[in-house]
């Protein structure tokens, strides 16, 4: 289907202050983005960069551009029809999975983890988030108080291979890169149980104008029942799969096929709760240099049936997350069978 590589970095705290610091993946996405387009682009303002005729006259070439805000004009992909054939912007390479936001001060010498999942081309350039994450660490993270906090990233595991450390003789090597596809195939159990819950641990930011149920306050879709689900996973990955899976692409005949399938069977499984909150927060952005919304459902659903069919979507799923902002760790789920 497409490539994937999943590392864990570890970090240690280079200062204490109690102030809590919030919304840790948007943090990280903001600081990989500011010191990639430190180094890549050739744009003097990141907010600049990345749209309409200048992006469309001079991006091509811009590596800050592929990796970090993908659009037509600059990819040099050819995407014709569903999923993507008639969007401008295209979902981005990679995925941030932090911890939900610290409620209260790291102390100097504490440590903290996160997740980043690279698609496509990024996990031939892997260097880059290792890299990025070292410079942002020495800026720090930025608290409510406005003060901030270095890091230092004292360890990146390659999650593929067991936990295997990155650096080997003070070299950093390549993480392993596996199709995502077969890789749960690998992991698929022997059967599925007939009940499964879903916890969608940070907010799932979804817009559908036709969707069964919208929050009034935000216009966001909140799922009613499974059909709502695998349809949003089936377009998180169908754009990942156009966008990134190269020879894998089968067209749009197998495309529909493969959709269509999946939800008509979708609607044989039965709903038996669906417990979802509207959560609204901000997140700072470096590129605005502002607050932005950071706005989402969270909760828990549950369902009974056969899930034979969409094990495979829905382990995928959880590891490429779903809806909008994913590369700010929106949209996490774990499924409990």
Same mark, same amino acid.
């Given at each position: 289907?497409?490539?994937?590589?999943?590392?864990?970095?570890?970090?240690?705290?280079?200062?204490?202050?109690?102030?809590?610091?919030?919304?840790?993946?948007?943090?990280?996405?903001?600081?990989?983005?500011?010191?990639?387009?430190?180094?890549?682009?050739?744009?003097?303002?990141?907010?600049?960069?990345?749209?309409?005729?200048?992006?469309?006259?001079?991006?091509?070439?811009?590596?800050?551009?592929?990796?970090?805000?993908?659009?037509?004009?600059?990819?040099?992909?050819?995407?014709?029809?569903?999923?993507?054939?008639?969007?401008?912007?295209?979902?981005?390479?990679?995925?941030?999975?932090?911890?939900?936001?610290?409620?209260?001060?790291?102390?100097?010498?504490?440590?903290?983890?996160?997740?980043?999942?690279?698609?496509?081309?990024?996990?031939?350039?892997?260097?880059?988030?290792?890299?990025?994450?070292?410079?942002?660490?020495?800026?720090?993270?930025?608290?409510?108080?406005?003060?901030?906090?270095?890091?230092? /990233?004292? @360890? !990146?595991? #390659?999650?593929? *291979? $067991?936990?295997?450390? &990155?650096?080997?003789?003070?070299?950093?090597?390549?993480?392993?890169?596996?199709?995502?596809?077969?890789?749960?195939?690998?992991?698929?159990?022997?059967?599925?149980?007939?009940?499964?819950?879903?916890?969608?641990?940070?907010?799932?930011?979804?817009?559908?104008?036709?969707?069964?149920?919208?929050?009034?306050?935000?216009?966001?879709?909140?799922?009613?029942?499974?059909?709502?689900? /695998?349809? @949003? !996973?089936? #377009?998180?990955? *169908? $754009?990942?799969?156009? &966008?990134?899976?190269?020879?894998?692409?089968?067209?749009?005949?197998?495309?529909?096929?493969?959709?269509?399938?999946?939800?008509?069977?979708?609607?044989?499984?039965?709903?038996?709760?669906?417990?979802?909150?509207?959560?609204?927060?901000?997140?700072?952005?470096?590129?605005?240099?502002?607050?932005?919304?950071?706005?989402?459902?969270?909760?828990?659903?549950?369902?009974?049936?056969?899930?034979?069919?969409?094990?495979?979507?829905?382990?995928?799923?959880?590891?490429?997350?779903?809806?909008?902002?994913?590369?700010?760790?929106?949209?996490?789920?774990?499924?409990?069978?």
């Amino acid at each position: 289907m497409f490539r994937f590589s999943k590392v864990e970095f570890g970090c240690e705290s280079l200062a204490a202050n109690p102030a809590p610091i919030e919304n840790l993946g948007a943090q990280l996405r903001g600081g990989f983005g500011a010191v990639l387009h430190e180094r890549l682009c050739h744009h003097e303002h990141a907010g600049t960069c990345g749209g309409g005729a200048q992006a469309a006259a001079d991006g091509d070439g811009c590596e800050y551009l592929r990796l970090f805000k993908p659009c037509r004009c600059v990819t040099g992909e050819t995407l014709a029809g569903r999923p993507l054939g008639n969007q401008h912007h295209l979902p981005a390479p990679f995925v941030i999975s932090a911890l939900p936001d610290a409620e209260r001060g790291i102390r100097a010498g504490e440590r903290f983890s996160f997740e980043f999942v690279s698609l496509g081309a990024l996990c031939d350039s892997y260097w880059y988030p290792v890299a990025a994450f070292e410079v942002f660490g020495a800026r720090g993270l930025r608290r409510r108080d406005d003060t901030r906090t270095p890091f230092q /990233v004292v @360890a !990146v595991k #390659d999650q593929l *291979a $067991g936990g295997r450390s &990155l650096f080997s003789d003070r070299r950093l090597c390549p993480p392993v890169a596996r199709d995502i596809e077969r890789t749960i195939g690998e992991w698929l159990p022997a059967g599925a149980p007939p009940a499964l819950e879903v916890a969608f641990l940070t907010p799932v930011s979804v817009r559908w104008a036709k969707a069964r149920r919208l929050d009034a306050a935000t216009g966001l879709a909140l799922f009613v029942d499974f059909y709502d689900l /695998v349809r @949003a !996973v089936l #377009d998180r990955v *169908a $754009g990942l799969w156009q &966008l990134y899976g190269a020879e894998g692409w089968r067209g749009q005949a197998e495309y529909y096929r493969w959709y269509n399938q999946l939800l008509a069977a979708a609607r044989s499984i039965q709903t038996l709760q669906a417990d979802l909150r509207i959560e609204q927060g901000e997140r700072y952005s470096h590129a605005h240099e502002k607050d932005l919304p950071l706005t989402g459902f969270v909760g828990k659903m549950q369902f009974a049936g056969d899930f034979t069919p969409f094990l495979e979507l829905l382990l995928i799923g959880e590891i490429i997350h779903l809806g909008q902002q994913t590369t700010n760790g929106l949209g996490r789920y774990s499924l409990l069978f």
